[in-house]
């Protein structure tokens, strides 16, 4: 694997420790502080943020890896942390795979899509797969604030925590 393909597989590593990390606390929720309106910026509650970001990482991978992205997952359909986990799981593990096997052209060639709300771009597989890590980034900083002020913080989600977390054989 060259070093760009590395680096777009540190990140989508990094982002799916963190995202267990998010999903581990949460599961500590009473359903009520489940469905706690987050404020500003996010998109309701824990649980609708993190089919949100589900939705958004499996929509960008589709659209890099196929052209297109399946239809709009409803946040209802995944009611249960742990359902969300194991489709998550699957999800990083077919992303691993997948990026795993790039290499520079193809990291940098352009892909048409279609979204599945119609709209249509061209960007990079890079760019794309970027922009998924650092979408997803946002959020879990908006859902660790809050869990940090409900008394379950996530703890350190840096870059060289998972870097130390990998190192450790855990």
Same mark, same amino acid.
């Given at each position: 694997?060259?070093?760009?393909?590395?680096?777009?597989?540190?990140?989508?590593?990094?982002?799916?420790?963190?995202?267990?990390?998010?999903?581990?606390?949460? @599961?500590?929720?009473?359903?009520?502080?489940?469905?706690?309106p987050?404020?500003?910026?996010?998109?309701?509650?824990?649980?609708?943020?993190?089919?949100?970001?589900?939705?958004?990482q499996?929509?960008?991978?589709? /659209?890099? +890896?196929? %052209?297109?992205?399946?239809?709009?997952?409803?946040?209802?359909?995944?009611?249960?942390?742990?359902?969300?986990?194991?489709?998550?799981?699957?999800?990083? $593990?077919?992303? @691993?795979?997948?990026?795993?096997?790039?290499?520079? /052209? +193809?990291? +940098? @060639?352009?892909?048409?899509?279609?979204?599945h709300?119609?709209?249509? %771009?061209?960007?990079?597989?890079?760019?794309?797969?970027?922009?998924?890590?650092?979408? $997803?980034?946002?959020? /879990?900083?908006?859902?660790?604030?809050?869990?940090?002020?409900?008394?379950?913080?996530? %703890? @350190?989600?840096?870059?060289?925590?998972?870097?130390?977390?990998?190192?450790? %054989?855990?």
């Amino acid at each position: 694997m060259n070093e760009d393909a590395r680096t777009i597989v540190d990140i989508h590593r990094h982002s799916a420790w963190a995202n267990r990390q998010i999903l581990t606390v949460t @599961e500590q929720l009473t359903p009520e502080q489940l469905r706690t309106p987050l404020g500003e910026g996010s998109f309701g509650d824990f649980l609708t943020t993190l089919v949100h970001m589900f939705d958004a990482q499996q929509s960008w991978f589709e /659209r890099a +890896s196929k %052209g297109t992205s399946g239809p709009a997952l409803d946040p209802d359909s995944l009611s249960r942390i742990a359902d969300l986990r194991e489709k998550w799981e699957a999800l990083d $593990s077919e992303m @691993e795979t997948y990026l795993s096997g790039l290499d520079n /052209r +193809s990291l +940098s @060639e352009k892909v048409h899509y279609r979204s599945h709300y119609g709209s249509e %771009g061209l960007y990079s597989r890079r760019d794309m797969m970027l922009h998924q890590a650092f979408h $997803s980034h946002q959020h /879990r900083a908006e859902l660790a604030l809050t869990l940090s002020k409900l008394g379950h913080s996530p %703890g @350190e989600l840096d870059f060289l925590d998972y870097i130390e977390f990998a190192a450790s %054989g855990k």
